[in-house]
């Protein structure tokens, strides 16, 4: 759920990262597209190896994880893609709901002949990595968790104005979110960019569509998560005003086998806003639990 820059919102293959490439030497990023059920799914990739995949927020797109894929891609095969509905992946009128989220991101997977994979969400891609590991566990790997949605009551304690502004519809709706979800004011200031790009993203149908799904509780992990196995590490900015602290530590609390990694004087996307720490904490992670 993030909001800016906008870019807002089957197998036993062991997940293991490449030995260490030189950090000076910059991993290629390759933009490709994959047909899912008929639609077509943009993505970036780049490194090799274990694969990782990152996933999104509402409203946004790839272009969020460019500050942590060089360092990532250095040890891992990832993958950012654009979800259904965002960026440069076809926009279909669907039935937009996290479950659908879900869908698309097994079948992404299946095309790429991805049989096991380590899941890195944020904000609405934590909610739909965290949904994912519960319906296919025997295909996720570890979990990571950044400031992520799922649980029904974000929406039911969400003040209105922030609920609608979530909607991105309006400067008025940038300028309120920017403080919200974002620790410093650098992240937020142009506004007439930030609405330029919500004016040409195009994918407001999909933004309402998910909304109103989350507004009536749809696709929960409440009461849930206690089933997860996978490691999983729950990452949170502790500044985020936007999804509080207090659900990252209540998914920690849920998850058996999690960590919780806190990022001081950081928001919601702690991979924009701070990412020499987000990667250190990934990383990191990944190589307690290879």
Known sequence: MSILPFALLIGLFAIAPCAAQEETTATPKIDKFVTVYGAKIHYVEAGSCAPVILIHGLADNVTIWDPVIPALAARFRVIALDQIGFGRSDKPLLNYRVSTLVDFLDGFLTELKIERASLVGNSLGGWVAAAYALAHPERVERLVLSDAAGYAALAKTMDSRALRALRV????????????????????????????????????????????????????????????????????????????????????????????????????????????????????FFSDTK
């Not at 979110?177 to 200031?189: E, M, N, T, V």
């Not at 507004?215 to 929960?220: E, F, H, Q």
């Not at 729950?234 to 998914?251: A, C, H, T, Y």
Request: proline share 4%; aromatic share 8%; with cysteine.
């Open 169 to 284: 519809a309006s400067r008025d709706d940038i300028r309120y979110l920017g403080p919200l979800a974002f620790h410093d004011k650098r992240f937020y200031q142009d506004v007439d960019a930030a609405f330029k790009e919500r004016v040409t993203a195009g994918d407001s149908y999909t933004v309402a569509q998910v909304l109103d799904s989350m507004i009536r509780g749809d696709d929960a992990l409440d009461n849930k998560l206690q089933t997860l196995k996978q490691p999983t590490l729950v990452l949170w900015g502790r500044e985020d005003k936007l999804i509080p602290l207090s659900f990252g530590e209540q998914f920690h609390r849920e998850i058996v086998n999690s960590r919780l990694r806190i990022i001081d004087n950081c928001g919601h996307m702690p991979q924009l806003e701070c990412p020499n720490e987000f990667s250190a904490a990934v990383l990191k």
